[in-house]
């Protein structure tokens, strides 16, 4: 039985689909069977950050509706080995994600996956819900900004009360916080919350903290997700987070701001 | 496993008792449907879960111009699009609530004990943005004063744009209550962690209800109807755990 994940915010462009991705990748890396699901209908997104949106046939879309199998709508990762992307249809509308289809679809996901990994889109309608409907456990993405943080937290809320766990009154979803875009320098000048604070209003156990980095937007217009990336600092934050949700301790890094930011403070430059 | 016939009272086929709800007010100026549907997009866009299948009263004390039961019909209709179930009506003029009954709506008198001040002082002057109507305890029935209910016991946080009531009874939170969320209770409540929304004790009026909490954060705190503002409370008492209660008229909160 596959363990389904979904990616959610509340908020939208705090970095779901970026997560997304690299999430997916580091599982399918560390050996385990992964599937990454575009649940961003009509705006989809994850195919071109997985590099794959010229390989796509078929959707989720088609496979509820019954054009096409599942065998014809996944698209096999060309760079990691266990890794596959169904991608969203940019042409549906998100009604179109019925539950009876959703949960046919992840189902029949289940039987051949490790894990499913669920983008969903902004918001708290339709397509947010059919994503978190069936979560084991959920990456909450947020930015240290009060907004976020807010939408963060009221989905949470519908997490706790609207998910299937939630409606059969079993285990409840299991919680991980993701930090975002983290600029540890505007955080120390109070521009931003800081990573207690955030961890202190959610009331949620801290998964990773993702740096603010050129690296993600280098990444993304290459179609390459960033963990790919050697080297690159919010690369080594998602293996870190990977590797935390996988039961291993490592510690948090990039959290303090850097020598010449430091510097820079104090000199003005 | 239980046989009807070996109780008396289930062999009924019901029984009618009175109970305590709150309900949220829609304070209608006017019957512009148009209008109002707009201001529901925006409210209802703000928080979908909240007003999914939520019943709503119309307070039709402050409508001007008459109003008739095809005014009524569009506006039920309306507001059933919306999600909203639309239950009964209060105030207003005699051929108002003669309009409102004659469209499917039940009247509700006013709540003996003042109420309506009561009403006013729990809904703070600045509009919260996540819910429209304030939630206003209305009786649903005259004999149900004496009614005490079980204390609720809320396990997880309350989040962001969840509204928790403990009809007739206490409220323990174990976790925290979140900016943006609101518990309500008939009786005192208790908040284990850290208090950040909006705690109504003695939501019907009850002046002896208490409310305790671990941290003290809140966005609005009341008794009774007699309320405290974030901004208009004390800062020795912010981030610290205590205990409010009334003390005649006036809000009282102690260290603990
Ligand atoms: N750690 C980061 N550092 C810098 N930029 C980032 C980071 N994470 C995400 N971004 C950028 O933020 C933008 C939004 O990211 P992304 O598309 O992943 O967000 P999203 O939450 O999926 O958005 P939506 O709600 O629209 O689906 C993108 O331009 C992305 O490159
Ligand atoms: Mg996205």
Redesign the pocket.
């Known amino acids: 039985m596959a363990k389904i994940i979904v ?1 959610t ?1 509340g ?11 690299s999430f997916a990748v580091g599982l399918a890396q560390r050996g385990h069977k992964t599937v990454a699901v575009d649940f ?1 209908v009509g ?1 989809r ?2 195919d071109l ?1 997985m590099g794959c949106e010229r390989r796509v046939v078929y959707d989720f879309v088609n496979v509820i509706n019954g054009e096409a199998n599942l065998n014809q709508a996944l698209i096999k990762d060309k760079r990691v080995e266990n890794l596959y992307v169904l991608p969203a249809s940019q042409t549906r509308d998100k009604e179109a994600l019925t539950k009876e289809g959703v949960a046919k679809t992840l189902e029949e996901l289940s039987k051949s996956f490790d894990f499913i990994v669920c ?5 708290i309608e339709h397509g947010a819900l059919m994503a978190m409907y069936y979560a084991d456990e959920a990456l909450i ?1 947020t930015n240290p900004e009060v907004s976020s943080v807010r939408d963060s937290d009221r989905i949470l809320g519908i997490l706790a009360s609207k998910s299937r766990r939630a409606e059969e009154v079993e285990e409840p979803v299991r919680e991980h916080l993701v930090i ?3 600029a540890p320098e505007r955080v120390s000048e109070g521009e931003m919350l800081g990573m207690d604070d955030i961890i202190e209003i959610l009331g949620v156990p801290l998964l990773g903290v ?8 280098n ?3 290459a179609g390459t997700p ?1 963990i790919l990336t050697e080297g690159s600092d ?1 690369g080594q ?1 998602y293996t870190d987070l990977v590797a935390r949700f996988l039961g291993d301790e490592r510690a948090h890094r990039f959290l303090t701001a850097e020598k010449k930011g430091f510097m820079r403070r104090w000199f003005g430059g | 496993m239980s046989s009807p016939a070996s109780q008396s009272s289930a062999a009924l086929p019901f029984d009618l008792k009175g109970s305590v709800f709150t309900l949220s007010v829609m304070h209608l100026h006017r019957l512009n449907l148009e209008d109002i549907g707009l201001r529901l997009d925006e409210k209802v866009s703000q928080a979908p879960q909240f007003f999914a299948n939520m019943p709503v009263v119309l307070d039709l004390g402050g409508l001007s111009g008459p109003a008739t039961s095809t005014d009524f019909a569009g506006l039920i209709a309306l507001l059933r699009e919306k999600g909203l179930v639309p239950v009964a009506a209060r105030r207003g003029t005699e051929s108002a609530q003669a309009a409102a009954i004659e469209a499917g709506l039940a009247i509700l008198s006013e709540a003996p004990g003042g109420s309506r001040a009561h009403q006013r002082e729990v809904s703070p002057p600045s509009e919260s943005p996540t819910k429209a109507p304030d939630p206003t305890p209305a009786r649903a029935a005259a004999d149900s004063a004496g009614a005490r209910h079980a204390t609720r016991v809320v396990a997880q946080p309350v989040r962001s744009g969840q509204q928790i009531y403990a009809a007739g009874g206490d409220l323990i939170a174990l976790r925290m209550v979140s900016a943006g969320a609101e518990i309500l209770a008939d009786g005192n409540i208790h908040i284990l962690g850290p208090l950040r929304g909006r705690a109504l004790a003695g939501a019907q009026g009850d002046e002896t209800a208490h409310i305790i909490c671990q941290s003290l954060e809140a966005e609005l705190v009341s008794i009774a109807g007699r309320y405290r503002l974030f901004d208009e409370i004390d800062k020795s008492v912010l981030g610290q755990a205590v205990h409010i209660y009334l003390d005649g008229d006036r809000l009282v909160i102690d260290r603990i």
């Open positions: 990616v915010s908020k939208g462009g705090v970095g779901k689909t970026t997560t997304t991705a961003d705006l997104n994850l950050i983008d969903s889109p902004a918001g993405v975002t875009r983290y993702i740096p603010e980095s050129q690296a993600v937007l990444s993304s217009n960033v919010a934050a």
